[in-house]
């Protein structure tokens, strides 16, 4: 089983700041990586998708880099809305989820 | 507009037996891979199965592996999730997601399942 683990756990900073969240996986998993935000009492919404694409509808602020084993989910300038759970999946061995990040208002 | 609607859900026994619904709209089922993932209270998601497009592959996470079975009916635009021998650690929350090749596209809104004597 591939395992994604997400850092830091919890992210605090302000709006207008850069968040910068990582993945790493156990073993290499080239380009199939996504990413996915989370809000309270809501279904995941899809982000980035072959680690570097972002899904339709998605802000450019939003960016991902990879591929490989390091991957990372990049907010230019945080917006009230972004503070969420952020979750990374890779599917290239069958499919598991990052641990998740949180990230929280300052 | 493509929408999943999962159903089913509830409190059952440690031991018990529950079947998930997924009904999908606005999208030719028949076409698309589907998903189960779970998400315990305060907890991260979990990949918990899948079923391709006709239904003659499938696979399972390790942990619901032999307990769970995953299936569709293509003509009710419909996905299942057989979940059998529950124990306290199956309390979830529990999607059905669209596979849209690249990752999950579209999501239902969770259907709560809660195994507690």
């Known amino acids: 089983e591939i395992v994604l683990t997400q850092s830091p756990a919890t992210l605090s900073l302000s709006p207008g700041e850069r968040a910068t969240l990582s993945c790493r996986a156990s073993?290499?998993?080239?380009?199939?990586l996504a990413w996915y935000q989370q809000k309270p009492g809501q279904a995941p919404r899809l982000l980035i998708y072959d680690a570097s694409n972002r899904a339709t509808g998605i802000p450019a602020r939003f960016s991902g880099s990879g591929p490989g084993t390091d991957f990372t989910l990049t907010i230019s300038s945080l917006e009230p809305e972004d503070f969420a759970v952020y979750y990374c999946?890779?599917?290239?061995?069958?499919?598991?989820f990052g641990g998740g990040t949180k990230v929280e208002i300052k | 507009e493509v929408q999943l609607v999962e159903s089913g859900g509830g409190l059952v026994q440690p031991g018990g037996s529950l079947r998930l619904s997924c009904a999908a709209s606005?999208?030719?089922?028949?076409?698309?891979?589907m998903h189960w993932v779970r998400q315990a209270p305060g907890k991260g998601l979990v990949w918990v199965s899948r079923?391709?497009?006709?239904?003659?592959?499938?696979s399972y996470a390790d942990s619901v592996k032999g307990r769970f079975t995953i299936s569709r009916d293509n003509a009710k635009n419909t996905l299942y999730l057989q979940m059998n021998s529950l124990r306290a650690e199956d309390t979830a929350v529990y999607y059905c997601?669209?596979?849209?090749?690249?990752?999950?596209?579209?999501w239902g809104q969770g259907t709560l399942v809660t195994v507690s004597s």
């Open positions: 606005g999208f030719t089922f028949s076409s698309y891979w």
């Open positions: 079923i391709n497009s006709d239904g003659s592959s499938t």
């Open positions: 997601a669209r596979d849209d090749d690249q990752a999950f596209g579209y």
């Open positions: 999946q890779q599917r290239s061995n069958l499919l598991t």
């Open positions: 073993q290499g998993v080239s380009s199939y």
